[in-house]
């Protein structure tokens, strides 16, 4: 079961090829060990669910701008740099993210949240109700 869960997400994060040792999973091991709970869907649908509907309807790439974002720690910049875009597009796409949420990104809780959200999503989007993207 180790296996497969270090292999299922080293295709996801790094794609195929990639090899990914269970003990370098991190969150991940918390994650998938906490799969079956309802608790983690909720979690998931509560913090990111309207923002993957809206990306889903439009097209606008907020999961990936706001992956980007936390991935960056937090620079508009390098997000930009990341997703080939320019940096006036990831503010825009910022400040979306936040009218559509309502959540202030500033705040390290609401930070905390979403960036758990968002390894969810990595590992277990399909699961838990959207695909993967």
């Known amino acids: 079961a180790e296996a497969r869960q270090a ?4 295709r996801r994060l790094s794609g ?24 983690l869907g909720d979690l998931y649908q509560q913090t990111l669910g309207g923002l993957i509907a809206y990306d889903k309807q439009n097209n ?5 701008t706001l992956n980007a ?3 960056a720690n937090g620079s ?3 997000a930009a ?8 597009t990831v503010l825009y796409r910022l400040d979306r993210i936040r009218e559509i949420t309502g959540y202030d990104l500033e705040d ?6 979403l960036h758990l959200a968002l390894h969810i999503h990595l590992a277990l ?3 838990v109700g959207a695909p993967l993207g």
Do not use: C, Q, W
Request: no cysteine; net charge neutral; charged share 20%.
């Open 7 to 10: 292999l299922l997400l080293g």
């Open 16 to 39: 195929p090829g990639h090899l990914t040792l269970f003990g370098e999973l991190g969150v991940y091991r918390l994650i998938f060990a906490a799969e079956s709970l309802p608790e």
């Open 60 to 64: 606008a790439g907020l999961v990936s």
């Open 69 to 71: 974002f936390f991935t």
């Open 76 to 78: 508009p910049k390098e």
């Open 81 to 88: 740099e990341r997703l080939g875009v320019h940096r006036n």
């Open 108 to 113: 390290s809780g609401v930070r905390m949240r």
């Open 125 to 127: 989007g399909e699961v």
